[in-house]
Every structure is written in structure tokens, then in C-alpha cells.
């Protein structure tokens, strides 16, 4: 077995985690805010039902270092991450 053969397996690896690397990077650089309070919007106006509105929702800064944005909309927040995934959401007769 000749020795290049040994290192193909690493370096199968090494483009495997690269290609993640480059994925996930490249999802986090493309979302912008506006993508992020659109689709948190949709959200709120689906949870809300009746007399919900779009206008409803603003949003800030996150204070945690592992958010990115809090879409605040009437009563309801959501907390979203670099990659503009939702991780908590607090919102009315819900026990956080």
C-alpha cells in the first residue's frame, strides 16, 4: 500500500470540515436583519391569530453574547442567533 493512500483519509476529513466551515459561514454572513424580522413577523402572526399585525414587531440588539437580534412584537419576543434561528421565545400564558 503506498504511503499517499494512508493520508487520503485525512485529508477527506479535513474537506469535509471545511466544507461545513464554509456553509455555515456563509449562512451567517448572508442573513440580514430584514430576512430575520420578516420571517419572525410571519411567526408572531401566526401565534397571535386575529388583530395581530406586522407593524406590531420592531427590533433590537440582543444583550447576550450568543443572540443577535430580539424581534419584539405586542407581547410576544423572540430571541434570535447569528444564524438567524430562533432559540427562545417568550410569549403570553407561556412558562418560560
Same mark, same amino acid.
Given at each position: 500500500?503506498?504511503?499517499?493512500?494512508?493520508?487520503?483519509?485525512?485529508?477527506?476529513? !479535513?474537506?469535509?470540515? *471545511?466544507?461545513?466551515? /464554509?456553509?455555515?459561514? @456563509?449562512?451567517? %454572513?448572508?442573513?440580514?436583519?430584514? $430576512?430575520? !424580522?420578516?420571517?419572525? *413577523?410571519?411567526?408572531? /402572526?401566526?401565534?397571535? @391569530?386575529?388583530? %395581530?399585525?406586522?407593524?406590531?414587531? $420592531?427590533?433590537?440588539?440582543?444583550?447576550?453574547?450568543?443572540?443577535?437580534?430580539?424581534?419584539?412584537?405586542?407581547?410576544?419576543?423572540?430571541?434570535?442567533?447569528?444564524?438567524?434561528?430562533?432559540?427562545?421565545?417568550?410569549?403570553?400564558?407561556?412558562?418560560?
Amino acid at each position: 500500500m503506498p504511503r499517499r493512500l494512508i493520508f487520503l483519509p485525512v485529508l477527506a476529513l !479535513i474537506a469535509v470540515v *471545511a466544507g461545513i466551515g /464554509l456553509m455555515l459561514g @456563509g449562512r451567517a %454572513a448572508t442573513t440580514t436583519e430584514t $430576512e430575520v !424580522i420578516e420571517r419572525m *413577523a410571519a411567526r408572531y /402572526l401566526a401565534d397571535a @391569530g386575529a388583530g %395581530a399585525a406586522r407593524s406590531d414587531c $420592531e427590533a433590537r440588539p440582543a444583550v447576550s453574547d450568543d443572540l443577535w437580534l430580539v424581534v419584539a412584537c405586542g407581547d410576544y419576543e423572540y430571541f434570535v442567533d447569528a444564524y438567524g434561528r430562533l432559540v427562545h421565545r417568550n410569549a403570553p400564558g407561556v412558562a418560560s
